[in-house]
């Protein structure tokens, strides 16, 4: 990495001075001023007891004195009170160009020791329709799991299926009572069922004390194996997984594992045996619980509840329980968790019981928070009925904008028709910092002008378009030849840190907000150097080699926020 050859040289530099210090240098806010800067002038000042003008000064000096010195540098400059500016050389930038150019993986770091993450996301409800609500999860813990993969990490991902808990015992009691004279055997009904008698059952148990404690009892009987509930549940989970599984295939979503609740419940037993021979599980008012209060809390911290005072599970205890079946089955070095961020405390009560077992040992748990998808007038996205949005409805809207703004979609066919709108929806969502709430305002995102999918898109095409089919043989020269040329060229070298920073962070806008920008500054490149124009063959190939380049990059950045790109636009 380039950051890192240059500050070995600075270290050796201060070295020289006297200074014991590991220097740091970070990519400058004033790029009208210099590529990178260095102010460990005020550290080394306030340990040497010196003035930071003073050592910033020396510092300067001795670099602008070191053997092959435009092989580094164009300009070094100190400015008060105590920064070291610097302006990489044009050999310098096109040594890492050259090398992003003939590695496959753009000269990008490897981890020494490669990690396993265990990424749970998507989490849909069997016998419920994928919903506005659902898109988050899928496409950013789908994003996180490419990113972690191309950084040279293990990925286990698992679509944790809501496949056992109350819903279900819900959909059978209402089974129950609509197909009450139906042998079980001859019992027949197909998702519009379900679709129609989900809300039903679940405002009716908001009201009705009975019907919900039949609904509880149901689903306890359901867990604990009752045949003719078991049957009911497999044609309930057949129906909804076809649904669920052509949703997320459309979105390019696909998981490891498709496990659902239901496959944690035969370790249930023992995993509670487990916390119960640590000591740790207490009764309250007749449920089994653990205690996850911590002295250092400033906010209430209910216990976590392993079993109901009736004997049933809740999810919680599932959660628990999946952590318990990872950790024998997979031991990972992290278990990440996309899940919506009003769920915060449940996960800390999780993680707080998990850790009361030494089985859980280094590995992190993680829960990745979200904010909500809302409509323009900055609530949670809904019909105009009022009811939560279908995410088919959802797409279906999305087309519908895009192919009234293209006056030209005639040409395109369905297959580059959704690749857009796939990229409207997820460039939209995965160019936020993923805590934040942000509005879902499709004509601007269906745009190819600003920060949208379609804009990276057409950047792409037409970079294709001018390029062609080059030589590919050709190497690239020492020479920049403008301004534009050489921001492009930067902006390449900044890859490694947004990707170390998506990684450690767990956060796809890194890379949006890379892509885009590059976008941006290619943009500026083929609109003011007319290459059709150029009579000097070098000049010429060094730029077809800097936007090809350029799309391999976008290519490969579009990847990892689960973007394809269409044959034409």
């Known amino acids: 990495m380039y950051i890192e050859e240059l500050q070995k040289i600075l270290k050796g530099i201060m070295a020289e001075l006297g200074y014991e210090i590991d220097p740091k240098i970070v990519l400058s806010n004033r790029p009208d001023l210099c590529d990178v800067q260095c102010d460990d002038s005020f550290k080394i000042a306030k340990t040497y007891h010196k003035n930071p003008i003073e050592v910033g000064e020396e510092i300067v000096a001795k670099l602008n004195e070191i053997e092959n010195y435009s092989d580094f540098f164009e300009s070094v400059d100190f400015v008060k009170p105590g920064f070291v500016n610097i302006k990489l050389s044009g050999k310098f930038i096109n040594k890492y160009v050259s090398l992003m150019m003939k590695d496959d993986h753009f000269n990008l770091k490897r981890p020494s020791n490669p990690e396993t993450f265990y990424i749970d996301y998507g989490g849909a409800n069997v016998a419920k329709p994928l919903h506005v609500g659902h898109l988050r999860p899928a496409i950013i813990g789908e994003s996180i799991a490419r990113i972690l993969r191309f950084a040279g990490h293990k990925t286990l991902t698992d679509a944790h299926l809501g496949d056992y808990g109350l819903q279900i015992g819900e959909i059978i009691y209402a089974i129950k009572r609509d197909f009450k004279d139906v042998p079980l055997e001859e019992i027949d009904f197909d998702m519009a069922y379900l679709d129609k008698v989900y809300p039903e059952m679940s405002a009716l148990c908001k009201v009705d004390k009975d019907v919900l404690d039949e609904c509880e009892e149901i689903t306890k009987e359901l867990q604990n194996g009752r045949e003719d509930y078991q049957y009911l549940w497999k044609k309930i989970y057949d129906l909804s997984i076809v ?115 030494e089985l859980i040992g280094d590995t992190s748990l993680e829960h990745i928070g979200f904010g909500t998808i809302n409509g323009k007038d900055g609530k949670p996205f809904k019909t105009r009925s009022g009811e939560t949005l279908k995410l088919v409805d959802l797409i279906k809207d999305v087309k519908e904008t895009f192919l009234n703004l293209k006056e030209s979609n005639k040409e395109m066919s369905e297959e580059d028709i959704d690749t857009i709108v796939n990229a409207i929806i997820k460039f939209a969502d995965l160019q936020n910092n993923l805590e934040k709430n942000y509005i879902f305002d499709i004509e601007k995102f269906a745009s190819v002008v600003g920060k949208t999918g379609p804009y990276i898109l057409y950047t792409y095409l037409r970079i294709k378009k001018i390029i062609g089919d080059y030589d590919k043989n050709i190497t690239l020269s020492d020479e920049i030849y403008n301004d534009f040329d050489r921001n492009l060229r930067l902006k390449f070298l900044e890859l490694q840190s947004s990707v170390d920073f998506a990684v450690k962070e767990r956060r796809p806008h890194y890379i949006a907000d890379y892509v885009y920008n590059l976008c941006v500054l290619a943009n500026n490149f083929y609109q003011n150097n007319h290459m059709a124009s150029l009579e000097d063959g070098t000049n010429k190939n060094d730029w077809l080699l800097v936007l090809d380049l350029t799309n391999k990059l976008i290519e490969e950045l579009l990847k990892l926020l689960v973007i394809e790109i269409p044959s034409v636009m």
């Open 243 to 357: 649904e669920i599984e052509n949703i997320y295939g459309y979105l390019d979503v696909d998981f490891d594992y498709w496990y659902g609740e239901s496959e944690c419940y035969p370790i249930i037993p023992e995993m509670k045996a487990h916390y119960e021979s640590l000591g740790v599980v207490t009764k309250s008012e007749g449920a089994k619980v653990i205690e996850v209060k911590e002295e250092t809390d400033n906010k209430e911290m209910p216990p976590f509840i392993l079993e109901k005072s009736n004997g049933a599970s809740l999810y919680s205890t599932t959660d628990l329980a999946c952590i318990y079946e990872r950790m024998k089955r997979h031991n990972p070095d992290h278990i990440l968790y996309v899940v919506d961020a009003r769920q915060g405390l449940h996960f800390e009560q999780v993680f707080r019981a998990a850790r009361k077992s």
